[in-house]
């Protein structure tokens, strides 16, 4: 399955590559560098961690990659009264008495530690596309469903602090 980006994923997935290219990556290889001349190789930790790391950021490197180009990107059309991608969204719960606030997000910047729940979740696909005031259901599964009500639908972003999930 394709992962849906969007323009903003995709940039912040190119800003990580060329930071790991040219700030971690010569940083790396220098460690290495440095680790190997301590002398034998199959008793030197400190080498054996630093190619751990190095292999790490390639390999970070190369999951990026790979998820740019096969992305399915996706625009938010939602209309100004909807809500869609990136929208800041308050919803009454009344089976938990409860307002709750989440944030619409592609899958791959989902943390529900964070609130940001994803367009492909029960609950990001129930919204999407519903306005302040309505009442929607969220099915669960087959035999669990609940009843959310939209309270207030914020369109201004801030997704400097958002991260791309991955290790």
Do not use: C, W
Not at 31 to 53: I, M, P, Q, W
Not at 105 to 124: A, D, M, Q, W, Y
Not at 135 to 140: A, G, P, T
Request: aromatic content about 6%; hydrophobic content about 30%.
């Amino acid at each position: 399955m394709r992962d849906q980006l969007t323009q903003s994923d995709i940039k912040k997935m190119e800003e990580e590559i060329e930071y790991r290219k040219l700030v971690k990556r010569p940083e790396l290889l220098e460690s290495v560098k440095e680790t190997r001349a301590h002398g034998d190789l199959s008793e030197n930790f400190e080498y054996h961690a630093a190619k751990r790391e190095k292999n790490k950021n390639e390999s970070r490197i190369r999951y990026l990659e790979r998820m740019i180009r096969s992305a399915n990107v996706i625009e938010d059309t939602s209309k100004a009264d909807e809500v869609g991608m990136n929208n800041t969204v308050t919803v009454y719960i009344p089976e938990d008495e409860e307002e709750e606030t989440y944030r619409i997000v592609t899958t791959v910047r989902s943390n529900s530690l964070k609130n940001l729940i994803s367009i492909e979740s029960p609950l990001g696909k129930a919204l999407m596309g519903h306005k302040v005031g309505d009442k929607v259901s969220v099915k669960v599964s087959d035999t669990y469903s609940y009843e959310v009500e939209i309270r207030k639908i914020d369109k201004t972003t801030d997704d400097s602090q958002d991260q791309i999930r991955g290790y």
